[in-house]
């Protein structure tokens, strides 16, 4: 008799404690949900350019520098894209993202696929625009000293566009670097907590004025014959775009005016 009522006073304290975390949990998101508004429209002030260049129906991959330290340009460019367009874009996210209190809530409660040999393709072939960071980690990595000098991108993006026809549509970012530079890192804290960097970098964003410009789709070429031939034209295809984001890039740069209001 006591056995079973100590059982269902665990049973019962389990499922209030799945409670209180889940509520926890849709409050942290609700929470993160109102910081990034707060952050585009006031704090960042966030302008985004060449909207009409990503397609309106059909498929297409949306390539993206990946800059700043902690990576927030990838909630913030969400953040823009949702409230823009009429249609959702799937971003590839990282393991470690699903991984983390309500950063992974809110990753997978807009669609975020996991990065995978394959991912985002099932959903190009469905017509469905998937967005991808191909400098990956190597991006936030970077010193403050080499902001904006583009990373080697991964041609997995460029496979799936080749293999579901979609073309590429090149993104460039500006205002992330300065909001939170990349100081320097502590590797100990890294293994500790399971992801792939620790940053050191300022307590808080910056107030950096940020820019989102939208390049023209590159057409993907068609798939040709042969396994050598493909991968050839996949790193064509990544190249080509990391030239195009890097030209959005510099193109801002050199006409703005000022980091900080």
């Known amino acids: 008799m006591v056995k079973d ?13 799945s ?4 509520l926890l949990g849709e409050a942290g998101g609700v929470a993160w949900d109102r910081l990034l508004d707060w952050l585009v429209d006031d704090y960042f002030r966030v302008v985004a350019l060449g909207l009409e260049n990503i397609p309106a129906e059909g498929p297409a991959v949306i390539a993206v520098n990946h800059s700043g330290a902690w990576g927030l340009d990838a909630f913030v460019l969400d953040k823009v894209l949702g409230r823009a367009l009429d249609r959702r874009v799937r971003f590839l ?3 470690f993202v699903f991984r983390t209190p309500i950063l992974g809530q809110h990753a ?3 669609g975020a696929l996991p990065i995978g040999p394959t991912a ?4 190009l072939n469905a017509g469905r625009l998937v967005g991808v960071y191909p400098e990956g980690i190597a991006g936030l990595e970077k010193p403050f000293t080499e ?31 300065e ?5 320097g ?3 100990t804290l890294a293994r500790i907590l399971g992801v792939p960097y620790f940053p050191v970098t300022t307590p808080f964003p910056l107030p950096s004025n940020w820019t989102i410009t939208i390049g023209e789709p590159i057409p993907a070429p068609a798939r040709p014959d042969g396994l050598a031939a493909r991968r050839d034209a996949a790193r064509g295809l990544s190249e080509t775009t990391r030239s195009a984001v890097q030209e959005l890039i510099d193109r801002e740069l050199a006409e703005r005016e000022t980091l900080f209001d």
């Open 5 to 17: 009522s100590v059982a269902e006073m665990i049973k019962a304290t389990g499922a209030e404690f």
């Open 19 to 22: 409670s209180v975390k889940r």
């Open 93 to 95: 996210a990282a393991p």
């Open 108 to 110: 997978r409660r807009n």
């Open 120 to 123: 985002g393709v099932d959903h």
């Open 147 to 177: 902001r904006y000098r583009l990373r080697s991108f991964s041609p997995g993006f460029a496979v799936a566009a080749i293999r579901s026809g979609a073309p590429v549509v090149p993104v460039g970012i500006v205002g992330a670097e």
């Open 179 to 183: 909001a939170c530079p990349k100081l």
């Open 185 to 187: 890192e502590v590797p």
